[in-house]
Protein backbone atom coordinates (compact mmCIF):
# COMPACT_ATOMS: atom_id res chain seq x y z
CA UNK A 1 0.00 0.00 0.00
CA UNK A 2 0.87 3.71 0.32
CA UNK A 3 3.60 1.89 2.34
CA UNK A 4 1.96 2.36 5.73
CA UNK A 5 4.14 1.26 8.34
CA UNK A 6 2.76 0.23 12.12
CA UNK A 7 5.98 1.33 14.42
CA UNK A 8 5.11 -0.68 17.93
CA UNK A 9 6.70 0.56 21.10
CA UNK A 10 5.62 -1.87 23.72
CA UNK A 11 1.66 -1.22 23.76
CA UNK A 12 2.11 2.05 21.37
CA UNK A 13 1.66 1.72 18.03
CA UNK A 14 2.35 4.62 15.54
CA UNK A 15 1.41 4.50 11.72
CA UNK A 16 3.35 6.21 8.97
CA UNK A 17 3.02 6.85 5.87
CA UNK A 18 6.88 6.18 5.28
CA UNK A 19 6.53 5.72 1.45
CA UNK A 20 5.06 8.72 1.25
CA UNK A 21 7.35 10.40 3.00
CA UNK A 22 10.43 8.61 1.66
CA UNK A 23 8.96 9.68 -2.38
CA UNK A 24 8.86 12.85 -1.22
CA UNK A 25 12.39 13.24 0.31
CA UNK A 26 14.05 11.20 -2.99
CA UNK A 27 12.52 13.68 -4.91
CA UNK A 28 14.70 16.54 -3.47
CA UNK A 29 17.31 15.09 -1.62
CA UNK A 30 20.20 15.83 -4.06
CA UNK A 31 19.15 19.05 -4.49
CA UNK A 32 18.93 19.67 -0.97
CA UNK A 33 22.27 17.87 -0.05
CA UNK A 34 23.83 20.06 -2.77
CA UNK A 35 22.93 23.09 -1.02
CA UNK A 36 24.82 21.69 2.39
CA UNK A 37 28.55 23.03 2.03
CA UNK A 38 29.49 20.84 4.84
CA UNK A 39 29.69 17.73 4.22
CA UNK A 40 32.53 16.55 6.31
CA UNK A 41 30.00 17.41 9.64
CA UNK A 42 26.81 15.03 10.56
CA UNK A 43 24.21 16.77 13.12
CA UNK A 44 22.28 13.26 12.92
CA UNK A 45 24.76 10.75 13.30
CA UNK A 46 28.18 12.64 15.40
CA UNK A 47 29.65 11.40 17.45
CA UNK A 48 27.65 8.04 17.69
CA UNK A 49 25.23 6.95 15.10
CA UNK A 50 21.62 6.37 15.52
CA UNK A 51 21.62 3.20 15.42
CA UNK A 52 23.94 3.09 19.16
CA UNK A 53 20.16 3.74 20.90
CA UNK A 54 18.73 1.26 22.92
CA UNK A 55 16.00 -0.31 21.65
CA UNK A 56 13.68 -0.08 24.82
CA UNK A 57 14.12 4.01 23.92
CA UNK A 58 13.50 4.24 20.49
CA UNK A 59 9.69 5.32 20.94
CA UNK A 60 11.66 8.40 23.08
CA UNK A 61 13.95 9.36 20.65
CA UNK A 62 12.02 9.28 17.86
CA UNK A 63 9.55 11.26 19.01
CA UNK A 64 12.23 13.83 20.07
CA UNK A 65 13.84 13.95 16.43
CA UNK A 66 9.90 14.21 14.80
CA UNK A 67 9.54 17.64 17.18
CA UNK A 68 13.46 18.96 16.69
CA UNK A 69 12.43 18.53 12.77
CA UNK A 70 8.92 19.63 13.04
CA UNK A 71 9.64 22.86 15.55
CA UNK A 72 13.45 23.61 14.18
CA UNK A 73 13.92 22.10 10.91
CA UNK A 74 11.44 22.49 8.23
CA UNK A 75 10.31 26.26 8.66
CA UNK A 76 14.04 27.37 7.73
CA UNK A 77 14.04 25.23 4.79
CA UNK A 78 11.87 27.78 2.22
CA UNK A 79 13.99 27.74 -1.02
CA UNK A 80 13.53 29.59 -4.05
CA UNK A 81 11.80 26.92 -5.91
CA UNK A 82 7.97 26.22 -6.09
CA UNK A 83 8.51 22.49 -6.77
CA UNK A 84 10.76 21.66 -3.64
CA UNK A 85 8.95 23.84 -1.42
CA UNK A 86 5.70 21.46 -2.07
CA UNK A 87 7.32 18.74 -1.49
CA UNK A 88 9.45 20.26 1.99
CA UNK A 89 5.56 20.88 2.85
CA UNK A 90 4.55 17.80 2.55
CA UNK A 91 6.89 15.93 4.40
CA UNK A 92 6.42 18.23 6.99
CA UNK A 93 2.81 18.12 7.52
CA UNK A 94 3.21 14.05 7.13
CA UNK A 95 5.80 14.92 10.26
CA UNK A 96 3.29 16.98 11.82
CA UNK A 97 0.97 14.22 11.72
CA UNK A 98 3.41 11.53 12.69
CA UNK A 99 4.51 13.47 16.07
CA UNK A 100 0.67 13.37 16.77
CA UNK A 101 0.67 9.73 17.48
CA UNK A 102 3.90 10.06 19.11
CA UNK A 103 2.17 12.19 21.54
CA UNK A 104 -0.46 9.62 22.69
CA UNK A 105 2.64 7.28 23.08
CA UNK A 106 3.71 9.13 25.61
CA UNK A 107 0.67 10.10 27.27
CA UNK A 108 0.27 6.48 28.06
CA UNK A 109 4.18 6.89 29.71
CA UNK A 110 5.56 4.42 26.99
CA UNK A 111 7.98 6.60 25.39
CA UNK A 112 10.65 7.39 28.37
CA UNK A 113 14.74 8.52 26.96
CA UNK A 114 16.82 7.06 29.69
CA UNK A 115 20.28 9.47 30.32
CA UNK A 116 22.54 7.97 27.79
CA UNK A 117 19.70 8.94 24.88
CA UNK A 118 18.92 12.18 26.45
CA UNK A 119 23.05 12.86 25.62
CA UNK A 120 22.45 11.65 22.22
CA UNK A 121 19.06 14.38 21.90
CA UNK A 122 21.68 17.22 23.23
CA UNK A 123 23.84 16.34 20.79
CA UNK A 124 22.58 16.48 17.96
CA UNK A 125 20.51 20.07 19.21
CA UNK A 126 24.12 21.10 19.92
CA UNK A 127 25.36 19.88 16.39
CA UNK A 128 22.34 21.74 14.93
CA UNK A 129 23.08 25.08 16.76
CA UNK A 130 26.75 25.01 16.11
CA UNK A 131 25.75 26.16 12.33
CA UNK A 132 24.29 28.94 11.05
CA UNK A 133 20.47 28.34 11.06
CA UNK A 134 19.79 28.07 7.43
CA UNK A 135 22.90 25.52 6.79
CA UNK A 136 21.86 23.93 9.62
CA UNK A 137 18.22 23.27 8.65
CA UNK A 138 19.25 22.38 5.03
CA UNK A 139 21.48 19.55 6.52
CA UNK A 140 19.48 18.50 8.60
CA UNK A 141 17.06 17.93 5.86
CA UNK A 142 19.10 16.14 4.16
CA UNK A 143 20.01 13.89 6.71
CA UNK A 144 16.41 12.90 6.99
CA UNK A 145 17.21 9.38 5.70
CA UNK A 146 19.44 8.85 8.26
CA UNK A 147 16.22 9.28 10.43
CA UNK A 148 13.93 6.76 7.89
CA UNK A 149 17.04 4.20 7.81
CA UNK A 150 17.64 3.79 11.56
CA UNK A 151 13.63 4.03 11.82
CA UNK A 152 12.78 1.63 9.72
CA UNK B 1 -2.68 45.46 -10.55
CA UNK B 2 -6.53 46.57 -9.58
CA UNK B 3 -8.30 43.75 -8.41
CA UNK B 4 -11.22 44.09 -10.55
CA UNK B 5 -12.13 40.72 -11.18
CA UNK B 6 -14.88 38.86 -8.85
CA UNK B 7 -13.20 35.78 -7.05
CA UNK B 8 -14.03 32.28 -7.76
CA UNK B 9 -17.16 30.94 -6.27
CA UNK B 10 -18.53 27.43 -5.47
CA UNK B 11 -15.26 26.29 -4.50
CA UNK B 12 -15.34 23.03 -3.41
CA UNK B 13 -13.43 19.69 -3.41
CA UNK B 14 -14.10 16.16 -5.58
CA UNK B 15 -12.71 13.31 -2.91
CA UNK B 16 -12.81 10.20 -4.39
CA UNK B 17 -10.58 6.98 -3.34
CA UNK B 18 -7.29 9.03 -2.35
CA UNK B 19 -8.22 11.36 -5.33
CA UNK B 20 -8.36 14.59 -4.28
CA UNK B 21 -9.55 17.57 -7.06
CA UNK B 22 -10.25 21.51 -6.27
CA UNK B 23 -13.31 22.93 -8.41
CA UNK B 24 -14.64 26.17 -8.54
CA UNK B 25 -17.08 27.96 -10.72
CA UNK B 26 -15.80 29.80 -13.88
CA UNK B 27 -15.38 34.11 -14.13
CA UNK B 28 -16.98 35.16 -16.79
CA UNK B 29 -15.36 38.02 -18.41
CA UNK B 30 -16.29 39.33 -21.66
CA UNK B 31 -13.89 38.81 -24.46
CA UNK B 32 -11.04 37.65 -22.19
CA UNK B 33 -10.07 34.48 -21.54
CA UNK B 34 -9.29 33.86 -17.75
CA UNK B 35 -6.88 31.73 -15.79
CA UNK B 36 -6.73 30.28 -12.72
CA UNK B 37 -4.23 29.62 -10.08
CA UNK B 38 -4.07 27.70 -6.64
CA UNK B 39 -2.23 27.74 -3.37
CA UNK B 40 -2.60 25.01 -0.84
CA UNK B 41 -1.48 26.01 3.13
CA UNK B 42 -1.10 22.59 5.18
CA UNK B 43 -1.18 22.62 9.13
CA UNK B 44 2.36 23.10 9.40
CA UNK B 45 2.08 26.09 7.47
CA UNK B 46 -0.39 27.16 9.62
CA UNK B 47 1.26 26.85 13.01
CA UNK B 48 4.89 26.68 12.16
CA UNK B 49 5.39 28.94 8.91
CA UNK B 50 3.56 32.25 9.23
CA UNK B 51 0.38 30.84 7.85
CA UNK B 52 2.63 30.78 4.52
CA UNK B 53 0.74 29.67 1.28
CA UNK B 54 2.16 27.10 -1.17
CA UNK B 55 1.11 27.67 -5.33
CA UNK B 56 0.44 24.89 -7.19
CA UNK B 57 2.73 24.88 -10.56
CA UNK B 58 0.69 22.54 -12.36
CA UNK B 59 -2.28 24.44 -11.44
CA UNK B 60 -0.61 27.94 -11.77
CA UNK B 61 -2.50 30.30 -14.65
CA UNK B 62 -4.67 27.74 -16.23
CA UNK B 63 -8.13 28.27 -17.88
CA UNK B 64 -9.19 24.77 -16.19
CA UNK B 65 -11.76 25.12 -13.72
CA UNK B 66 -10.41 22.11 -11.69
CA UNK B 67 -7.02 21.31 -9.93
CA UNK B 68 -6.10 17.60 -9.03
CA UNK B 69 -4.65 18.51 -5.93
CA UNK B 70 -3.86 14.37 -4.42
CA UNK B 71 -0.10 15.00 -4.72
CA UNK B 72 0.12 18.34 -2.44
CA UNK B 73 -2.55 16.65 0.19
CA UNK B 74 -0.29 13.84 1.21
CA UNK B 75 -0.85 14.03 4.57
CA UNK B 76 -3.65 13.28 6.79
CA UNK B 77 -3.97 17.20 8.51
CA UNK B 78 -6.19 19.88 7.79
CA UNK B 79 -5.65 21.93 4.72
CA UNK B 80 -6.74 25.42 3.35
CA UNK B 81 -7.22 25.79 -0.21
CA UNK B 82 -7.63 28.99 -2.24
CA UNK B 83 -7.79 29.88 -5.75
CA UNK B 84 -7.44 33.23 -7.79
CA UNK B 85 -8.52 34.52 -11.46
CA UNK B 86 -5.87 36.59 -13.76
CA UNK B 87 -7.32 38.09 -16.85
CA UNK B 88 -4.33 39.90 -18.87
CA UNK B 89 -3.00 42.29 -15.81
CA UNK B 90 -5.93 42.14 -13.85
CA UNK B 91 -6.49 39.31 -11.33
CA UNK B 92 -9.02 38.68 -8.22
CA UNK B 93 -8.97 38.33 -4.68
CA UNK B 94 -8.59 35.12 -3.40
CA UNK B 95 -11.62 32.51 -3.39
CA UNK B 96 -10.64 30.52 -0.09
CA UNK B 97 -12.43 27.02 0.31
CA UNK B 98 -15.10 27.34 3.22
CA UNK B 99 -13.44 25.00 5.70
CA UNK B 100 -10.47 22.91 5.76
CA UNK B 101 -9.88 19.77 3.82
CA UNK B 102 -8.41 16.43 5.23
CA UNK B 103 -7.86 13.66 3.63
CA UNK B 104 -9.65 11.18 6.00
CA UNK B 105 -12.90 12.29 4.40
CA UNK B 106 -12.14 10.69 1.13
CA UNK B 107 -15.41 9.11 -0.03
CA UNK B 108 -14.58 5.07 -0.30
CA UNK B 109 -16.03 3.30 -3.10
CA UNK B 110 -15.92 -0.73 -3.09
CA UNK B 111 -13.79 -2.26 -5.15
CA UNK B 112 -14.20 -3.56 -8.52
CA UNK B 113 -13.81 -7.18 -8.27
CA UNK B 114 -13.89 -10.44 -10.62
CA UNK B 115 -14.25 -13.61 -8.99
CA UNK B 116 -12.73 -16.95 -11.15
CA UNK B 117 -13.26 -20.22 -10.79
CA UNK B 118 -10.62 -22.11 -12.45
CA UNK B 119 -11.15 -25.94 -11.78
CA UNK B 120 -11.20 -26.38 -8.43
CA UNK B 121 -9.60 -22.97 -7.78
CA UNK B 122 -11.62 -19.85 -6.33
CA UNK B 123 -9.97 -16.85 -7.71
CA UNK B 124 -10.05 -13.14 -7.29
CA UNK B 125 -9.12 -10.35 -9.13
CA UNK B 126 -9.68 -6.44 -7.40
CA UNK B 127 -9.59 -3.26 -8.72
CA UNK B 128 -6.26 -1.37 -8.70
CA UNK B 129 -7.70 1.46 -6.67
CA UNK B 130 -3.66 3.08 -5.99
CA UNK B 131 -1.16 2.93 -3.91
CA UNK B 132 -2.74 3.61 -0.85
CA UNK B 133 -5.28 0.68 -0.72
CA UNK B 134 -5.23 -2.60 0.29
CA UNK B 135 -8.35 -5.28 1.04
CA UNK B 136 -10.52 -7.61 2.58
CA UNK B 137 -11.59 -10.24 0.52
CA UNK B 138 -14.76 -12.47 2.55
CA UNK B 139 -15.02 -15.81 1.08
CA UNK B 140 -17.75 -18.69 1.88
CA UNK B 141 -19.77 -21.15 1.07
CA UNK B 142 -22.88 -20.69 0.19
CA UNK B 143 -25.27 -21.09 2.54
CA UNK B 144 -22.23 -21.30 5.07
CA UNK B 145 -22.26 -17.61 5.97
CA UNK B 146 -21.37 -18.60 9.44
CA UNK B 147 -18.15 -20.16 8.26
CA UNK B 148 -16.68 -17.14 6.44
CA UNK B 149 -13.04 -16.85 5.44
CA UNK B 150 -10.87 -13.82 5.48
CA UNK B 151 -7.88 -12.75 3.63
CA UNK B 152 -6.17 -9.47 3.66
CA UNK B 153 -4.92 -8.38 0.07
CA UNK B 154 -1.98 -5.56 0.26
CA UNK B 155 -1.81 -4.92 -3.44
CA UNK B 156 -4.14 -5.33 -6.18
CA UNK B 157 -1.40 -6.23 -9.09
CA UNK B 158 -2.55 -9.55 -9.60
CA UNK B 159 -5.13 -12.54 -9.32
CA UNK B 160 -5.04 -13.90 -5.44
CA UNK B 161 -5.66 -17.69 -5.07
CA UNK B 162 -8.66 -17.79 -2.42
CA UNK B 163 -9.35 -21.64 -1.62
CA UNK B 164 -9.53 -24.94 -3.15
CA UNK B 165 -13.32 -25.71 -3.57
CA UNK B 166 -15.19 -28.28 -3.30
CA UNK B 167 -17.04 -30.02 -6.51
CA UNK B 168 -20.12 -28.72 -7.32
CA UNK B 169 -20.43 -26.63 -4.45
CA UNK B 170 -21.22 -22.99 -5.34
CA UNK B 171 -18.73 -19.73 -3.43
CA UNK B 172 -19.38 -16.28 -2.62
CA UNK B 173 -16.81 -14.00 -2.31
CA UNK B 174 -17.43 -9.75 -1.41
CA UNK B 175 -14.41 -7.35 -0.79
CA UNK B 176 -14.12 -4.13 0.80
CA UNK B 177 -11.08 -1.59 0.74
CA UNK B 178 -9.14 -0.25 3.67
CA UNK B 179 -6.98 2.74 3.37
CA UNK B 180 -4.41 2.42 6.44
CA UNK B 181 -2.98 6.21 6.21
CA UNK B 182 -6.48 7.32 7.17
CA UNK B 183 -7.94 4.06 8.85
CA UNK B 184 -11.03 4.23 6.91
CA UNK B 185 -12.79 1.12 5.23
CA UNK B 186 -14.72 1.45 2.40
CA UNK B 187 -18.41 -0.51 2.06
CA UNK B 188 -18.50 -4.25 1.02
CA UNK B 189 -19.11 -5.06 -2.57
CA UNK B 190 -21.74 -6.84 -3.98
CA UNK B 191 -21.29 -10.83 -3.36
CA UNK B 192 -20.77 -12.59 -6.48
CA UNK B 193 -20.80 -16.64 -6.16
CA UNK B 194 -19.29 -18.84 -8.57
CA UNK B 195 -19.67 -22.91 -8.98
CA UNK B 196 -16.89 -25.05 -8.95
CA UNK B 197 -15.53 -26.69 -12.15
CA UNK B 198 -16.87 -24.59 -15.19
CA UNK B 199 -18.04 -21.82 -12.46
CA UNK B 200 -17.63 -18.80 -15.30
CA UNK B 201 -16.82 -14.89 -14.14
CA UNK B 202 -17.96 -11.39 -15.24
CA UNK B 203 -17.18 -8.14 -13.66
CA UNK B 204 -19.64 -6.87 -11.59
Known sequence: TVGNKIFHFGPCRVSMSMTEIRSGFNTIKANIQARDPIRTLSILSYPHSLHKVKSSDRCCVSHQLFNFYVDKVFRHCRTEDPYINRKISSIANSFLSIRRNFQQCQEQKNCVCDQESLEKLKQVLENYEGLNVTAAAMKALGELDILLDWME | ?204
Open chain 2, 1 to 204: EDALLPAPQNISILSTNMKHFLTWSPVMVQGETVRYSVEFQGEYEREYANESWIPICECSLMAATECNITEDISATVAYNLRVRANAGTRRSEWGTLKGFFNRVTTSLTPPLMKVIADGYHLLVELEDMGPAFQFCVLYWKKGQESRMQQKVVKEASSVVHLDTMEAGLDYCVKAQAYVEAINRSSSFSQTKCVRAQGGTSVWL
